[in-house]
C-alpha cells in the first residue's frame, strides 16, 4: 500500500514518523475517519469542518494546509493504490519537537493518510460487519468535556481503548462494542460509535449536552429522520430505556447503521425504522457517490 506522508507518497513500511512527534509523545494531534464510496469521499465537508475545529481546540488551526489541498492528498492517495471503495484515516500532529508538554509557537505539522480497501457501498453494496451488535455497559466513564472538548476527534482515545480492554477482561461471550455512561450514569456513546433506539415509535439518541463525538454518520441519520418526517428525541437515557427499546443500531462512518442484537445480553435487535434508515442511507450514498 502507498501511504501519503507529508505531502508525499510512501510505501507503507517507509511511512513512519519521528518518536519526537508530538501525535506519539502526547497524543496531540487530529483525526477523521473517512469512507470513500466509487472515488468519493461521502461527506468531506463535515469531516473536514469537524478537522479544522479540532486542531483550533489544539490551538495549530493556522498551521495545517487548506481543507482543498488535503483533500486533494486523499484522493492522490485513493488513485495511487487503485482503490475507490476504502477506509481512509487523516491525521494531523503538532508535528515534531522538543520533548516538553508546552507546544512550541512554531508549528510544522505531520499529516498522514492511510488506506485500506472495503466493500462497495450504497444499494448494490455490502456491510462490512458479519451480523447485529452485541453490546455490553462498562464501568469506564468517557472523558468529562470540561477536561477534554467531547467534539474534538483527538488523538487521545484512551477512554474508549479501555472500555474495550473492560470487555476484554470479562472474557466469557465477545460483545463487538462498550457502551459507556456519563458520572450521572446516562447512556453517552460507544467505544467508536454513536446510540440510537427507537421507543414508541420515537428515534432516540443521546443529547450533545452529554460528553460525546456527535459522528458525522449521527449527523446524516439525524437528516434522513427529519427528511422522512419521523419524530425524533436528543435527550439523556438511562441504560434501562435502552434495554426496554423496539429496536436499537449504532453508527460510525466505517459501520454506516449497524443493528444493536443486544445490550448486556437483552435481546433488542432491529426493526422497521432502523431498515428505512439503513435504505434511505443507501440510497444517499448511491446518490451522491455513484
Not at 460509535?193 to 446524516?220: A, H, Q, W
Not at 435487535?269 to 440510497?283: F, K, N
Request: with cysteine; proline share 7%; net charge negative.
Amino acid at each position: 500500500m502507498q501511504f501519503h506522508l507529508d505531502g508525499k507518497l510512501v510505501p507503507e513500511d517507509e511511512a513512519t514518523v519521528s518518536v519526537r512527534d508530538r501525535g506519539f509523545a502526547y497524543g496531540d494531534g487530529a483525526f477523521e475517519t473517512l469512507r470513500a464510496y466509487g472515488g468519493t469521499v461521502l461527506a468531506w465537508d463535515a469531516h473536514a469542518d469537524r478537522l479544522e475545529r479540532t486542531v483550533a481546540a489544539l490551538g495549530f488551526a493556522e498551521a495545517i494546509p487548506p481543507r482543498e489541498d488535503l483533500h486533494e492528498r486523499v484522493h492522490e492517495t485513493l488513485d495511487a493504490n487503485d482503490l475507490s471503495d476504502a477506509y481512509l484515516k487523516l491525521s494531523i500532529t503538532r508535528g515534531v519537537q522538543p520533548g516538553k508538554l508546552t507546544p512550541a509557537e512554531r508549528v510544522d505539522p505531520t499529516i498522514v493518510v492511510q488506506v485500506s480497501p472495503l466493500p462497495r457501498g450504497g444499494l448494490d453494496g455490502q456491510d462490512v460487519w458479519d451480523e447485529p451488535a452485541s453490546v455490553q455497559t462498562v464501568a469506564t466513564r468517557p472523558v468529562p468535556d470540561a477536561s477534554i472538548p467531547a467534539d474534538a476527534k483527538t488523538h487521545n482515545y484512551l477512554d474508549g481503548i479501555l472500555a474495550r480492554l473492560e470487555l476484554r477482561r470479562r472474557g466469557g461471550h465477545r460483545a463487538d462494542e462498550a457502551l459507556m455512561r456519563d458520572a450521572g450514569g446516562h447512556v453517552v456513546e460507544g467505544a467508536t460509535s454513536n446510540l440510537f433506539f427507537v421507543d414508541d415509535g420515537v428515534l432516540k439518541t443521546p443529547s450533545t449536552d452529554l460528553p460525546l463525538l456527535p459522528g458525522v454518520t449521527r449527523s446524516i441519520v439525524l437528516q434522513l429522520a427529519d427528511e422522512e418526517g419521523l419524530p425524533v428525541e436528543a435527550g439523556r437515557y438511562t441504560v434501562e430505556d435502552v434495554h426496554g427499546a423496539d429496536e436499537a443500531f449504532l453508527t460510525n462512518t466505517t459501520w454506516e447503521l449497524r443493528p444493536v442484537e443486544s445490550l448486556d445480553d437483552t435481546p433488542i435487535g432491529d426493526g422497521p425504522m432502523t431498515a428505512l434508515l439503513a435504505r434511505l442511507y443507501d440510497q444517499r450514498v448511491e446518490h451522491l457517490c455513484y
